[in-house]
Each structure stands twice: as C-alpha cells, then as structure tokens.
C-alpha cells in the first residue's frame, strides 16, 4: 500500500567556525526530534529544512526512537557535512496517529534528489583515483597551464591505468597520497610518484566541480571526494540475529590497530552476510567504531538488538583507504545518499589495543562540534636539567609521543602531558617525519621550543573526520600555521628523551605485555648515551585504556 508519507533527505554542508543554522530540541507534549530557528540564509534554510520538521536520520542512522543526546552527538561527529532524513510536522503526526513505521519510511527510496544547501541534484565531487602501474607506467602526463594554481593530468591513455581509474585529461591534482599537492612544481610531484612505488592515490578534480568549488571559495580535501572509481570497495553487510547469536567473534589484536571478525561459525548469519576473517570492523549501524574501545564496541552492537548493519573492510580495502587518507565511511556516506540498495554486504574488523574513544559532550548545537578537541600550544624554555620530558615512539605506529613529563620541569609548566602526541615542532608539521627527524629538529630549537600538541582523543576524533591539525583549530593561537594533510602510517620508530630535571621518555603506553623494540636516548647536553630498550607491549598504542591487561593473549575478543 502506498504511503502518504515522503521524508526528505537534506546534505548541509559548513565552514569552520560555522554552525548549520538550526537549533535540534524535544519539547513538552510532542513526539521526535524537533528543527527549530532555522537560521535564515544559514546552510539548514538553504537546503530546505522547516521549523516543525522532525529528523528521522542523521547519516542513514534512523534516530527517531533515540536519547537526544545520542542524536546530538551523530551530528556533532559528522564534522563540517551532515545528512538528514527529515518529515514536516503535519506528515510526522499524522504518522503517529496511525501507527506508520517510520523506519520502514526512512529506508525507502526518496521522491526527490537529496538537497545540498539549497541546491537540487547531484553536486560536483572531486574523485579519488587509485592507480596501480601497468608495464607501460601509469599512462598520463603533467601540465601546468600559465596563470593558473596547479598540475593537470594530460596525454591520457585511454587504455591506459590512469583513465581506467577514473583519470580524465585535464583534471587538476589536489592531493598525491593523501597530502595537499596543489602548491608543488612539477618535479615534486614527479618524486613523489616515484616514491610512491607501485602504485598512488589521486584526488583530481574536472573543470566543472572545480569551478563550482573555486566560486564558493571552498578548499578541496580528500573527505569531500567520491569513492565511486576506487576498485576495492568496503562491504555493507545486514545481519539478523540467529539462535546462536550472529556467529564471529570481535577481537582486538595487539599487533593491529582496529576491531576485527574472527573465528566465523560456517552457515550462521555473519557467514551468509559475507564476512570474512580479520575483515576490519569500521561501523555500525552508520556509527564509526574506529576510536571506541573494545567493550564499547560490543556493548553498541548488543545494543542493535535482532538486526545490525556493519561496514567492514578487508584489508586490501583498508590499505588502499589508508593510502588515500580518508575514511571507508566515504562509501558508507555515498551509498547512504544515493539510497542504493545493492551495497555489497561488508566485512569487519577487531580493534586494537589503541581503541579510541570518542568524546561524548553534552548535547549542544552542532556549531559548538569541536570546542571540546582542541590541539595545545606550548612553549619550554630550556633550564639546566633540558626541557623535562621524553620523546617516544612505538614500534607499528605512526608519530611521535611525549612522555614521563618531570613535575616541575618546563615541559610540565608549558602544559605538556604524558601521551600528548606531537603534531608540530616550531611551527613544522613533524606526524610524516622520521623519529630521528624530529629529535634533530629539538635539538637544533636551541634553548627555545614551541610544540603542538594533542591528546589522544582529540587526535582520533580529527583524524576521523579528516580534519587537519594545525594551531588554526585553537582558536586563541598566537600564531597561525598552513594546515596540513592527514597522515599515513608510519614505519616502526624509535624513542628518544628530552629530559629535564628527571628522565624523560616520550610513548610508552600503559602495562607489561612482550616488550617492543624502542630505543631511548638523553637529548640534553651532553647527551647520554642510548637507554635499554623500554618495555611497550606492541598491543599498547594511542590508548592506554585499553592496554590494561598484563597478560600476553593473543588479543580480546567477544562473542557475537
């Protein structure tokens, strides 16, 4: 039977520092989540939302029946674009009265194209390409066009790995890899190819979409992209529960940062859904899972009842991700928007030791998103005993890690904190540089040295929305830095002290597990010679709240 009732499906995009134009409440005496002061001329009035309407989804997630805290929060971790299912207030009652699932509503297909901002239909993407070199190399070349930013793709093959990858002649490069390419000549980018081996990810973008993006004075970034022309795609796969549960179990591995599928039953619903062993676990039910810990995880999943949805990626998938520097929730979004109903059922993966866990402030307007994760900027003036603090690194993970900060010394006056992962030394972004690198760097600041810093969950919280991290996130910075692309993961580093009046040592997360091979060694003059090898367990990452046990099993798991 036909329903009367037609939800719209809204795209609002924002600015930093701007809010979507809307205030979300539950009131007295009335059912659902309510849109009220639609801010006029704001991206909510642009892209057609109605005081009154009642919010149905927030990023394919039906919210209807949810705490409003919890539908604060998707919104807020959305980050600077959110798409919501919406129905008027008449449709919405009425639904109510007669007892109309608006669940079931939500997941058909809409009437309309999803609105952008006031705008109708499908809106110009940038596209990631992902190129794997054939024996006649990658099948494109470089141009640069005079008076105009930038490197184009020309000469392409129509036979060739560029234009099977989604490459078109004269599509501007904005990102190789996942950083920012646009302020590079054309012998940088030729390195960076070649450094890239075997294979690179582009960001491009044609004339249309660039146009479009330069007129709204936009920058463009890898979480803006399409995913439709990337060869390994993530799976979306629906489960319903069984009488054995839905047969696998979720481990956290402590060689690997992420939550995985493991020991699936042959037969039960895992299995016929199309999960596969060590598929990495990215959501659930539209919820990224990637910075929670392990029991929150489960607990999320136990809480879908009868049904889930994960999205999941192997690990061919996830490494071309990874490359690329963007989340596999690019692809959840673009099924999401376009409504499709062919996704292929998707794997999952066990999160390690490193669980992050997503901050979770109160509810507020989504213009208030990031004032919770801000980065630090701290600046130490070298004493007698050195700056008071040790530099880390930990073998498997990308970065560099302050620990064992010396009460009293200067890091601890500039507000340095043990785990605070270092983002910049003096204005330079360091998360790409080598462990010797950046003790190098430290050691030539003199008896001066400025460091962003970050905490440990507001570096996850960034990373997953693919928002750089740069002193412009600070609000009261003194100073301003060029923002810089996400990061890549790293080879296994070394550790290195910068102590002060006690000895320092940076990343060396919590308890005993096998001890990984790090090194330290005194920065301070004169320096000391190398310190044994630190006892970090390879499970202990990021997260030391989830590398509380001292056993050495394999890993934790549940059973599903």
Known sequence: MASSVHPRVLKLTKQDGQSYGFFLRIEMGKEGHLVRNVEKGGPAEQAGMKDGDRVLRVNGVFVDKEEHTRVVELVKESGLSVTFQVLDEESYEMAKEKGISLSEEGQARPTQQPVMNGVAGAIPKPKLCYLVKGEKGYGFSLTSTRGVQGMFLSEVDPSGVAAKAGVQNNDRLIELNGDNVESSNHEQIVDKVKASGNSVVFLVVDREADRYYKNKQIKLAGGMATVKHLPHKPRIAELTKGPDGYGFYLRQQHAKLGHFIKDIDAGSPADKAGLKDMDRLVAVNGDPVDSLEHEQVVEKIRQCGKKSTLLVVDGETDQMYKMACVSPLLYWDEVMDSHSEAAEPAPATSSQDSSEHKPRPAASTPSQESSE???RLCLLEKTSGG???????????????????????????????????????????????????????????????????????????????????????????????????????????????????????????????????????????????????????????????????????????ERF
């Not at 400025?450 to 100073?479: C, H, Q, R, W």
């Open 373 to 375: 994760h801000k980065p």
């Open 387 to 557: 700056f008071g603090f040790h530099l880390n690194a930990i073998q498997g993970l990308s970065g560099q890690f302050v620990k064992e900060v010396a009460s009293g010394s200067p890091a601890d006056k500039a507000g340095l904190v043990d785990d605070n992962i270092v983002i910049e030394v003096n204005g330079d972004n360091v998360e790409n540089k080598s462990y010797e690198e950046v003790v190098e760097m430290i050691k030539k600041s003199g008896n001066r040295l400025e460091m962003l810093v970050i905490e440990e969950a507001a570096y996850d919280y960034f990373k997953d929305k693919n928002i750089p991290i740069t002193t412009a996130l600070i609000g009261t910075s003194k100073t301003n830095k060029p923002a810089t692309p996400p990061v890549k993961a790293k080879e296994p580093k070394k550790q290195e002290d910068h102590p002060a009046p006690a000895p320092v040592t940076a990343k060396a997360p919590s308890p005993s597990p096998p001890p990984s091979p790090t090194l330290a060694a005194n920065l301070t003059p004169p320096p000391s010679p190398a310190a044994a090898p630190s006892q970090d367990s390879p499970k202990e990452t990021r997260k030391r709240s989830v590398s509380s046990s001292s056993s050495a099993s394999e890993g934790d798991d």
